[in-house]
C-alpha cells in the first residue's frame, strides 16, 4: 500500500517570494514521484517527475523537488513565485500494486500568490 | 497534438436520471484512468483500463457507477439514477503503460445534481 500526505492545505505567498510545497509518502516499495499542477477548471499537468538518479529534479515554469529517501519527502520548491502560478499542486506516487498501475495523489496544496 | 478530450464539459441533471460521460485518450496510450474530484478535494480513483486486461474497478463508489472502453480507445463513466452527492468534476486521463509514466488528463466533466 502506499500513501501521500500534503501536510499544507493552502499556502499563500507574496509575488517574487520563495515557496515550498510539502509532500511526504510511504509505500513498501520502490516508488517514482510526480508533482502536477491543476489551474482553474482545468485538467492536471504534469510539473516535474523523479524516476532515479539526481535527487534534485528540475520542471516547468522553474519549479524544482528534491527526494530525500530517509525522510520520504519530495518537497517541492521555486525562488521566486509569480501570480500566474496561482493554483492547485497535486503530489502523486506510483508503484506497481497487484499487476497495475494506479498512481495516489495527495490532497493537494492551494498557492495563493498575492502582488 | 491533441490531448485528452472529455464531453461534455458540463452537465446538470436531475436527481434520479442517468449520465454517460465521455473520454477520448490520447492516441496510442494503452492506459485510461477515470477520477472523481469534489469540490476543493484532492482526487478520488474509480477506475482504470490497461488494453485488454479486465478493468481496475476497486475505487468505484457503488453499483450506481459503471464505465466501458471501446476497442481499446474512447471510454465511457456512466452514473445510474443520480444523487446529489455524484456531483463533482470527473476527470480522465491516460498514459503510456509502465508506473513511470506520467498521466496525461483532460479538463473534466462537471456535473451538477439538482
Known amino acids: 500500500a502506499q500513501s501521500v500526505t500534503q501536510l499544507d492545505s493552502q499556502v499563500p ?18 516508488v517514482y514521484l510526480f508533482w502536477y499542477v491543476q489551474y482553474p477548471n482545468q485538467g492536471l499537468q504534469l510539473l516535474l517527475k523523479y524516476l532515479s538518479g539526481s535527487t534534485l529534479v528540475k520542471g516547468i515554469n522553474g519549479f524544482e523537488a528534491e527526494f530525500n529517501k530517509s525522510q520520504t519527502s519530495f518537497h517541492l520548491r521555486k525562488p521566486s513565485v509569480h501570480i500566474s502560478d496561482t493554483a492547485e ?16 495523489f495527495g490532497r493537494g496544496t492551494s498557492l495563493i500568490v498575492h502582488p | 497534438g491533441a490531448g485528452v478530450s472529455q464531453s461534455p464539459s458540463n452537465k446538470v441533471t436531475e436527481k434520479g436520471k442517468d449520465v454517460e460521460l465521455r473520454c477520448d485518450p490520447i492516441s496510442g496510450h494503452t492506459a485510461l484512468y477515470w477520477y472523481r474530484q469534489r469540490l476543493g478535494q484532492g482526487l478520488e480513483f474509480l477506475i482504470y483500463f490497461q488494453g485488454n486486461s479486465a478493468p481496475d474497478k476497486s475505487g468505484l463508489p457503488s453499483d450506481r457507477f459503471s464505465a466501458e472502453r471501446t476497442g481499446g480507445s474512447v471510454s465511457t463513466l456512466t452514473i445510474q439514477r443520480t444523487q446529489q452527492e455524484d456531483s463533482a468534476v470527473y476527470l480522465c486521463a491516460s498514459s503510456l503503460i509502465s508506473n513511470h509514466q506520467p498521466q496525461h488528463f483532460g479538463d473534466g466533466t462537471r456535473l451538477s445534481i439538482l
Open chain 1, 89 to 104: 499542486y497535486f503530489c502523486a506516487v506510483s508503484g506497481k500494486s497487484g499487476g497495475s498501475y494506479i498512481p495516489t
Open chain 1, 13 to 30: 505567498v507574496f509575488e517574487e517570494a520563495p515557496v515550498e510545497l510539502r509532500c511526504n509518502y510511504s509505500s513498501s516499495v520502490s
